[in-house]
């Protein structure tokens, strides 16, 4: 094939249309590709090998090897240059395939004749699905015009196998989207929830691959790629007011939709023989693959937009935008990569669930999700590509995992689960007004978090005792340009009259790290969770804290306020934070507006150097609130945004729990109200080790408060304290395993 390339691509290009075309079988329409492409590339053999499992390639068809190796020759991922294709999405092209690292021969294929080897990645969208090889005796390297040939060839494959061109018997001739699967992430919200896929960004579908004629494909890209660039200088004209980093993200939009190169890979794509579509998505396709080795965040930041702009040019060529017809399901479960706060909050709580291929556990989405209690599953590798509108989910967001597609055994035992949490949630609603009082006498404190308006109905069904968490960014998050002040006045207001008289700890705008505001300019950083963020760009920023704090104000008109500020590493931030609060209520003193009937003012302990803070600072602030999640992961220097470590690490570790009951102590002396408010506040076990060690106010989500109070109320806190102090004595790690085991005993 090293003669008249472009000519052979298209012919053989236009076999496979052929074959896409007939009546064959799965597998009899493999055989037969594998020998037109044996036989276009003057090759003694082609092979294409597909994933059985998310681990293991299968021989589906072979020209040139044993018949009787086809399905059942297979390799791990990574084994074999077969599997080294797959694993790194790299092509493979050596003379001496048997001296290439990672070779591994396979007897029962008969290879050993033939020294050239060639490997081509099937993938689409990143998504790996198996991998198409050419071997011959001679030992030559192929030609870049004919590895690249391959390569369309390879990308035309995945769109037929994708479009159910290759189902027959067998796993890995089973049809796509539609066999179950089980994927696991990261839980970010508790629940379950059962119900039907709503993709956020509905899948383009292409349907041609192959071109007939270039000349009209060209066209029809070129006519694309000049509507896309149009959208691009509009959307430019109207954010010309918007923030740097925005203006930056559209410049590389036009500035990659101007590229002569990207357009000369596409143009190239479609005299090879592709349709306009499918050449868009082999560069989509290839920048993924770049995606997944880039560790430079700029760089992949760049990479992703490309990928954003070829979706864009994908959905004006196919005219599959957004809205496809497909109506919400009465119980949607959303699917998306990712998802900013506004848009899920525009969805609402109509979703039962929410899985993500992205996210994380501390994101905007995961704090919505939380408000709107939906379980949230984050970190779900493939579900985008997996997933199609309607399909039938199950989401365990306690666990993370979500079973797409479910077997009817799976579907029983998932509905029995949901009825027990169910029928638990009825015997807690019994003890709603009960107050949370020890078998011991102690009595503790259950107030819940919020953040937003949609949280606040849950005060009263809970059973909670006031709101120990008010999250004021959301307010800021969801829109485009900074809120105005009256606005935050009417919200604060609208917070402090559905609470009825209960205490609500407003927390001051906590921003930075992973919350970032798109109309504040964002500082890169090499570690966000340790720079520019919370009280430090209050700070910073001292317009905005001031003019939040007078909405504060005047939204409590005459009564109790509760203010907190976030992340005080060091008493001096506290005290200058505390300033800015005396100059404020000076201010609208003078203005003759009402000031707070009593007004209380705390910080949040989440950085250990806080808990060493002279004892002047314990005597001076109102009253503390411990930050457990990021107390934590400061602690025990683990990012709970990292799955590789997050969980390596106990709440009920002896040292975590000695250190608390330092804080405690510390407090203590003062006389400083003390509460800890967190993800382990509302785990039941986790609850009660925490208030063992002397925490009397715990705040939670809503859904947290019954089962807390359930547990507390049948427990003895100095027994729990003994088992704790016992544990500690005999030099144990944690403490989980002895109160598991003292908890059993009690059943």
Not at 71 to 92: C, F, P, Q
Not at 594 to 622: I, Y
């Amino acid at each position: 094939m090293a003669d008249g390339t472009e000519s052979e691509s298209r012919k053989l290009l236009r076999r496979l249309r052929e074959e896409m075309a007939s009546e064959a079988a799965g597998q009899e329409r493999l055989d037969r590709i594998t020998h037109l492409i044996a036989d276009s590339m003057a090759s003694e053999v082609c092979s294409i090998y597909l994933f059985r499992d998310s681990e293991t390639l299968e021989l589906c068809a072979t020209e040139g090897l044993a018949p009787e190796s086809v399905h059942k020759t297979r390799m791990r991922m990574g084994e074999g240059l077969v599997g080294r294709v797959a694993m790194y999405s790299k092509v493979i092209n050596t003379p001496d395939a048997p001296s290439a690292k990672g070779f591994r021969y396979m007897p029962e294929t008969g290879e050993e004749r033939y020294s050239s080897f060639l490997g081509i990645p099937i993938q689409r969208l990143g998504e790996k699905l198996g991998v198409l090889v050419v071997q011959s005796r001679e030992a030559r390297e192929f030609s870049a015009d004919e590895v690249y040939a391959l390569e369309v060839v390879a990308m035309v494959l995945a769109e037929m196998a994708e479009l159910g061109a290759f189902v027959g018997e067998g796993a890995a001739l089973s049809p796509l989207h539609q066999q179950s699967v089980v994927l696991t992430g990261g839980p970010a919200q508790e629940g379950s929830a059962e119900g039907h896929v709503w993709l956020h960004e509905p899948r383009v579908v292409v349907t041609n691959p192959i071109a007939e004629d270039p000349h009209t494909e060209l066209e029809r890209l070129s006519e694309a790629v000049e509507e896309l660039r149009v959208g691009v200088d509009k959307m430019l004209e109207m954010s010309q007011d918007g923030d740097k980093e925005q203006l930056q993200v559209l410049e590389a939009y036009r500035m990659f939709a101007n590229s002569r190169g990207w357009m000369r890979r596409m143009e190239e794509d479609i005299s090879r023989g592709l349709s306009a579509e499918a050449a868009v998505e082999k560069e989509q396709s290839q920048a993924r693959a770049r995606m997944s080795q880039v560790s430079d965040p700029y760089l992949r930041e760049r990479l992703a937009d490309l990928d954003d702009l070829s979706n864009r040019l994908l959905r004006i060529l196919t005219g599959q935008g957004n809205n496809i017809g497909a109506e919400l399901p009465p119980d949607p479960i959303l699917v998306a990569r990712n998802i900013g706060p506004g848009d899920l909050l525009e969805y609402g709580r109509a979703l039962k669930g929410i899985v993500l291929e992205e996210g994380s556990v501390g994101s905007h989405a995961t704090i919505v999700a939380r408000a709107l209690a939906i379980p949230l599953v984050v970190h779900t590798g493939r579900i985008t590509t997996e997933a199609l509108n309607g399909d039938h989910i199950l989401v365990d967001g306690d666990q993370g995992v979500v079973h797409l597609r479910p077997e009817d055994t799976v579907v029983g035992a998932f509905r029995d689960k949901m009825a027990m949490q169910a029928k638990a949630q009825e015997r807690y609603a019994s003890i709603r007004e009960t107050l949370t009082e020890t078998r011991d006498g102690h009595r503790i404190n259950l107030v819940m978090n919020a953040g937003l308006m949609a949280d606040l109905p849950s005060l009263e069904s809970s059973g909670a005792e006031g709101v120990g968490l008010f999250r004021t960014e959301l307010q800021f998050l969801i829109r485009n340009q900074m809120p105005k002040r009256q606005e935050l006045v009417a919200q604060y207001a609208r917070v402090l009259d559905a609470a009825k008289g209960k205490r609500v700890v407003f927390r001051t705008l906590d921003i930075g790290s992973d919350k970032v505001l798109p109309y504040m300019k964002h500082v890169a950083e090499p570690n966000p969770a340790l720079g520019w963020r919370a009280i430090r760009v209050g700070l910073d920023k001292r317009g905005v804290m001031r003019m939040q704090l007078q909405a504060l104000i005047r939204a409590a008109n005459g009564r109790p306020l509760t203010i907190m500020f976030p992340f005080v590493a060091q008493a001096e931030e506290f005290h200058a934070a505390r300033f800015e609060v005396d100059k404020t209520i000076a201010r609208e003193k003078r203005l003759g507006h009402a000031l707070p009937e009593t007004l209380d003012v705390g910080a949040m302990l989440e950085t250990p150097s806080l808990a060493f803070a002279p004892q002047k600072f314990f005597d001076e602030v109102g009253f503390i609130s411990v930050g457990g999640n990021d107390l934590k992961q400061f602690f025990f220097a683990a990012d709970r945004e990292n799955e590789l470590v997050r969980r390596r690490y106990d709440t009920l570790n002896v040292s975590f729990l000695t250190f608390i009951e330092r804080i405690v102590e510390r407090c203590g002396i003062s006389g400083t109200p003390l509460s800890f408010c967190g993800e382990d506040a509302g785990r039941p076990v986790e609850a009660l080790c925490l208030a063992a060690m002397g925490m009397r106010t715990l705040s939670m989500r809503p859904a947290s408060v019954g089962p807390v109070k359930s547990l507390l109320l049948r427990s003895d806190l100095g027994e729990i304290r003994k088992i704790i102090s016992d544990a500690r004595h005999r030099g144990e790690q944690s403490v989980r395993p002895a109160v598991m085991e003292w908890l059993r005993n009690q059943t």
